[in-house]
C-alpha cells in the first residue's frame, strides 16, 4: 500500500470536501504520518474514514471529524491547549503542533505510555494520568481545550477553565445524533455557542447519557 498516496487522498477526498480549508490544517494532515500512530495490525486502514479501535473500547477519530474540530479552534502558536484523552495521541501531535504547550490527559496509563513513544520528539507536551470526564482541577486557564470523546453534557468546570478568548471544541448529546460545538467564552460568565456539525463518537468514559427510568 503507498502510505503517502493514501495520506493525499485522505485529505483531498475526506476532509477537504468536509469544509476544511484552513491551509495549516489540511498541511498538517499532510505532514505528519497518520500511521505512526496506529497498530501494526492497523496500518492499512490509518488513513480510512473510518474510527480506529483502540484498548479499553476506545476510539481514534475520524480524520475529517478531528481536521473540523481542529479548524474550528483556529490554535495560535503562543497558546496554550488542555487536550482530555490521549487516546492514540495523533490528536495530541496535530495540537502540539500548532499550540505553545499542550497538556494531555489520558485515564489508562498503558494507552499514554504508546503515546509517548510516538510523541517522543515534541518538547511542548505535559502527560497527565487521571479520570478527567468533570474536571482536571490543575489550577490552570487554558486557551483551548478539546475534549476526544463525546459527553452527554458539557461540564461546566472546563468552560470555567477557558481564559476570555478561549474555545472549548467537544461533541455532547446521544445517539443517534451528537452534535460538534464551539464554545468561546466572551466575558466572565459568558459563552458564544457555535454548532458545527453533526457527527457520532464514542463517549468519554463515565460520560455516557444517564438512562431514562420508565414508570
Request: avoid cysteine; charge should be negative; charged fraction near 25%.
Amino acid at each position: 500500500m503507498d502510505l503517502e498516496q493514501a495520506r493525499f487522498f485522505m485529505v483531498e477526498q475526506q476532509i477537504r470536501p468536509w469544509d476544511v480549508l484552513d491551509p495549516k490544517v489540511l498541511d498538517l494532515f499532510l505532514s505528519i504520518p497518520r500511521h505512526d500512530f496506529v497498530d501494526e495490525s492497523q496500518i492499512d486502514l490509518a488513513y480510512a474514514d473510518i474510527e480506529l479501535p483502540l484498548p479499553h473500547g476506545q476510539n481514534m477519530l475520524h480524520p475529517k471529524v478531528e481536521a473540523r474540530m481542529l479548524q474550528a479552534l483556529d490554535v495560535d502558536e503562543e497558546e496554550t491547549a488542555l487536550e482530555i484523552g490521549t487516546g492514540s495521541g495523533f490528536g495530541t501531535a496535530l495540537l502540539a503542533s500548532l499550540a505553545k504547550e499542550v497538556t494531555t490527559v489520558e485515564l489508562y496509563k498503558d494507552l499514554q505510555e504508546t503515546a509517548k513513544q510516538r510523541l517522543e520528539h515534541f518538547a511542548n507536551i505535559d502527560y497527565q494520568i487521571g479520570n478527567a470526564i468533570q474536571d482536571w482541577n490543575d489550577g490552570e486557564q487554558y486557551d483551548v481545550i478539546m475534549l476526544t470523546g463525546s459527553v452527554a453534557e458539557v461540564p461546566q468546570r472546563y468552560l470555567e477553565k477557558l481564559n476570555l478568548g478561549g474555545r472549548l471544541a467537544v461533541v455532547t448529546g446521544k445517539a443517534p445524533v451528537m452534535t460538534a460545538r464551539l464554545y468561546t467564552r466572551i466575558s466572565q460568565d459568558e459563552w458564544d455557542i457555535e454548532d458545527i456539525f453533526e457527527t457520532m463518537m464514542t463517549p468519554l468514559v463515565d460520560a455516557e447519557p444517564k438512562e431514562a427510568f420508565t414508570f
